[in-house]
Nanobody, 121 residues
Framework: QVQLVESGGGLVLPGESLRLSCAAS????????MGWYRQAPGNQRELVAT???????NYLDSVKGRFTISRDNAKNTVYLQMNSLKPEDTAVYYC???????????????WGQGTQVTVSS
């Protein structure tokens, strides 16, 4: 069994910051890329940021310069530091991990349960 548990969402004012965390646990053999996605009401889920096991990153254009993704491979944890938050960042944020469990020989994408981020005055 593998699970991803997110934390760190909440309600903030425009311009403030939040830090999301996502820890993968269970029978994990190895993890490749990890990432964050978000879905606002009425919208499709969109990629926010990804990070490879080697530390290469990729960002949605609208968050470049404001959000930073990082990971701690020893803890199987990925983070998303979100600064200068805007109302349009409001969404449910989901973490993902492309990982291989000890039960299987192939990699699959696992998802967290989602955490609400609301930016409003």
């Amino acid at each position: 069994q593998v699970q991803l548990v997110e934390s760190g969402g909440g309600l903030v004012l425009p311009g403030e910051s939040l830090r999301l965390s996502c820890a993968a646990s269970g029978s994990i053999f190895s993890i490749n890329a990890m990432g964050w996605y978000r879905q606002a009401p009425g919208n499709q889920r969109e990629l926010v940021a990804t990070i490879t096991s080697g530390g290469d990153t990729n960002y949605l254009d609208s968050v470049k310069g404001r959000f930073t993704i990082s990971r701690d491979n020893a803890k199987n944890t990925v983070y998303l530091q979100m600064n200068s938050l805007k109302p349009e960042d409001t969404a449910v944020y989901y973490c993902s991990a492309d990982l291989r469990s000890r039960s299987y020989k192939t990699y699959s994408r696992y998802w967290g349960q989602g955490t609400q981020v609301t930016v409003s005055s």
